[in-house]
């Protein structure tokens, strides 16, 4: 994979500073999503989460707690700092079946965070591109792409504006 341009900005990835990248996002929150209904149609769907996101070893962690609007829990996003990489792996885990799913493995330059993961599915090889831009004192946002020719076009399918509760 590391043939493809991973940025937005048509920036290639370098190293970063790596460890605190994720404290921006230490704290409590509420999120507005934005989804693609299915891969089959232009029908988005949109909803409300809210999240508490903890800071855990010395910066080269976070885990975040998802939850619906009734408080009750959704999920948990589980991002470790691999330095041996010099890259990040965030996880994901939902309570519709608890299994970790495989890491997008990634990192931040110039304030924006980009993150892969690939899959092949019915023969068919998939990259997920989850982005981390927009990052202010009291805001960011997640996107996620998906592409299915090796990354030459991406099509968004899920955004994520999340705002500072405290």
């Keep these: ?15 970063g500073k790596g ?7 230490t704290g409590e929150w509420k999120i507005a999503h934005r989804r693609l209904k299915d891969g089959t149609t232009d029908v988005w769907e949109e ?10 070893l010395d910066g080269m962690g976070s885990i975040e707690e998802l939850r619906k ?17 010099k890259k990040w792996a965030d996880h994901w885990t939902g309570t519709y079946n608890g299994v970790v799913n495989p890491a997008q493995k990634g990192e ?33 946002r997640w996107h996620q792409s998906t592409s299915k020719d090796g990354g030459e076009n991406w099509e968004w ?10």
């Excluded at 994979?1 to 190293?15: A, H, P, Q």
């Excluded at 460890?19 to 996002?25: A, C, K, N, S, V």
């Excluded at 009734?70 to 041996?84: E, H």
């Excluded at 399918?157 to 405290?166: A, I």
């Design 108 to 140: 931040f330059i110039d304030g924006e965070g980009i993150f892969i993961s690939e899959e092949v599915v019915d023969g068919v090889r998939w990259l997920y591109r989850g982005t981390w831009d927009r990052i202010t004192p009291t805001s960011c």
């Design 69 to 85: 609007p009734d408080g009750s829990f959704m999920g948990m996003g589980i991002r470790i700092w691999l330095p041996q990489e």
């Design 19 to 25: 460890i605190g990248d994720f404290d921006f996002l």
């Design 157 to 166: 399918n899920w955004w994520m504006d999340w705002t500072r509760v405290s």
């Design 1 to 15: 994979m590391n043939d493809i341009d991973y940025s937005s900005t048509g920036k290639k990835i370098v190293t």
């Design 47 to 56: 909803s409300y989460s809210g999240a508490t996101v903890h800071r855990v």
